[in-house]
Each structure stands twice: as C-alpha cells, then as structure tokens.
C-alpha cells in the first residue's frame, strides 16, 4: 500500500512540475509583445522650471496613447548625470531619445553617438548644435524675444537691463537677438547684461542686490524666464522698487501670472507647452517607428539643415491674462488671484 501512495504521489510531483512549466512559458509568450513595445527614452535638464513637470506628464500620456512607453531621466541640472544618462539609454537600445539639454556643447558626443547606434534623436525646446539630430521642436524664441521688447517699448523704457538664462542653452542667444533687434529698432538703450549659469534663478536676485546703482539707472529688466524675474520682483521689493521697475519674463510660470496681477510683472510670454509636448511625442514616436518625418521647416544647427517645428508663443499681459491663462485652463483664477484684494476678478 506504501508503495502505491509513494508511485500516486510520483505522478502527482510529476504532473505539478509538468503543468508549472507549460505555465511559465504561456506567461512568457505572453510577454513577449511588452518586449516589442516602442521605448523612447526623454532626458529632462530638472523638474526646478515648474513648466517641465507639465511637459513630462502631457508627453508621457501622449506617447502612452500611441503605444508607446517613456523611460524619463532626470539630470538635476547636473550635466555629467545627463551624458551618463544618455549612454544608458544608449545601451538599453531605445528607440528614440528626446532631450531637454543642460549644456548643448557638453552633449554633442554623446548624442552623436545616439545617432551612430542608429537611434533618432529629437532636441526638444533647446537645440543642440552639429549633431544632425532628426527633430528640434521648440518655440519660435526670437519671437519670444521680440515679444519680451514689444513690452519694454510700450512701456516707454528708454534704459534696459538684461538678465538672461546661461549661454550654453542654445535658445538664449536666440531670444537676445529678437529682443536685442527691437531695443536697437527703438533706440532703448541696453545698459548691463548678466547670464545666469545654470539657470539659477537666484542669481537674478543677486545681481540686482549687487548692482543696485545699475538697477535705479533701468527703466525696465528683461528676465529670461519667469523663475529668473521672481527673483528679481523679490530683490526690488527689498529696495521698495518692486511695480516701479517693470520686469518681463517668460513661461507663464503661476508666480509670474500673479505678478502680472499684482502690478509688479508688467508681461510673459505664454508658452502652450501642452501643445508642445503633443506634438513632440507625436513625432516621436514616428521616429521609434523608422517614419520619415512630414515636417516641411529646416533650421541650421550649424553644419546641417534639420527638420523644425516651431510652437507659435502669446505674449501675456494684464489685460489678456484671464482670456489666455485662465479660460484657457493653464492655470486656475483661485491660484492666480490668491494674493490680490481685487474682489472683482477674484469672484
């Protein structure tokens, strides 16, 4: 009888194991189309800029949509973790990356290797120069510029400050020469230009703490984004300057829109980078698909003509802040109005 329980309880052993692999293996076909899912690998500068957060998260789902997954990277600002985080997608055989770059110059080897791996390579918002990459999608930043003067010159400023993002984001000197342009076409005079390295908005505030006798000189500061002319409003209300001085930035950063508000920001720049972000991962994904683009703008990156897509910007003021920002669901009226007394806009 023990000899027949023992050869039962064989057969049964048996039959457990047989039936345990016929399982794995069905779960492993199974899985194997998440294998062959397009990955595209998206490198972020840092989420410090309260815009990139908005940008991942529409990307993200855009992408998502199309069947595509997102391996987001995040530099913190830290160039040698973007370059080594490049190399990993790299290896990791993506098929596409999109980077937000921390220093264009500093990423040209990696990228170029990218595209010798034979994954495209989108250049999203800055570009980066001789790499051939297979999209730069951006803003069109001269017009940003030249929006940022628009404002200066109605605002009867005949002396300016520039207070501009670091030179190694390649969309700077873009927006200094639309806005450069405007000043010298209206005879405003440019009487100091700082960069601030590594887009530390904090700089901005330094530099006006330090140079005070420069600052009661301006008519107006230009800041090259929102985060930077934050900074800035703070350091003048120190001064009691603050709404004296008229500050222009860009990126409709909430802080920036209750500036506007406030009477202490005079404009930005709206960005719709929802838009932005659609598209890009849109084309993106294209790219991961080994699609030829259908994209009819080329700009030069300096030693190849590149497909181009240019997001038109708005320049925002008090006067089409709620028609842009708030009907438009950027941001919500009970965050703009926050720290205003205007009951009148605030109902």
């Known amino acids: ?34 294998e062959d899912e397009l990955e595209i690998g ?19 789902s855009t992408a998502s949509s199309l069947g595509a997954t997102v391996n987001v990277q995040n530099a913190n600002g830290d160039v040698t973790k973007q370059i080594e985080q490049i190399r990993y997608l790299i290896e990791k055989k993506v098929d596409c990356i999109v980077t937000i770059a921390i220093d264009a110059e500093a990423l040209t080897d990696v990228v170029a290797d990218a595209k010798k791996a034979g994954i495209p390579v989108v250049c999203y ?33 005949k002396k300016v400050i520039m207070i501009c993002g670091p030179l190694t984001d390649k969309n700077v000197p873009m ?42 000189n301006a008519d107006a500061i230009m800041c090259g984004n929102d985060d930077v002319a934050t900074s800035v409003i703070k350091a003048l209300a120190v001064a009691q300057l603050a709404g004296e001085i008229p500050v222009v930035g860009q990126d409709a950063d909430l802080p920036a829109c209750q500036h ?25 994904v294209q790219l991961a698909q080994g699609q030829t683009l259908n994209v009819m703008n080329k700009i030069n990156d300096g030693e190849h003509n590149i497909p181009y897509v240019a997001i038109e910007p708005v320049a925002v003021d008090k006067d089409n802040l709620d028609e842009v920002i708030i009907d438009g669901g950027f941001h919500s009226r009970e965050d703009v109005y926050l720290n205003t007394l205007d009951s009148e806009k605030s109902q």
């Open 1 to 34: 009888m023990k000899g027949f329980l023992k050869k039962v309880a064989a057969c049964l052993l048996m039959g457990c194991l047989f039936c345990g692999c016929t399982t794995k293996a069905g779960e492993a076909k199974q899985a194997q189309p998440e």
């Open 42 to 60: 998206m490198c972020f500068d840092s989420f410090v800029i309260e815009r990139w957060e908005k940008d991942r998260d529409v990307f993200v």
């Open 125 to 157: 918002d800055r570009l980066i120069a001789n790499v051939n990459a297979d999209l730069y999608i951006s803003f069109d930043n001269e017009k940003v510029g030249n929006m940022l003067g628009s404002a200066i010159v109605s605002s009867g400023a």
């Open 175 to 216: 927006v200094n020469q639309g806005f450069t342009k405007l000043m010298n076409a209206n005879n405003v005079e440019i009487i100091d230009t700082y960069n601030c390295e590594g887009w530390k908005a904090e700089l901005g505030g330094a530099y006006v703490y330090d140079h005070m006798d420069v600052v009661r």
């Open 260 to 284: 506007i508000v406030q009477g202490t920001q005079l404009m930005t720049v709206y960005k719709p980078v929802g838009k932005l972000a659609e598209e890009a991962a849109k084309l993106s």
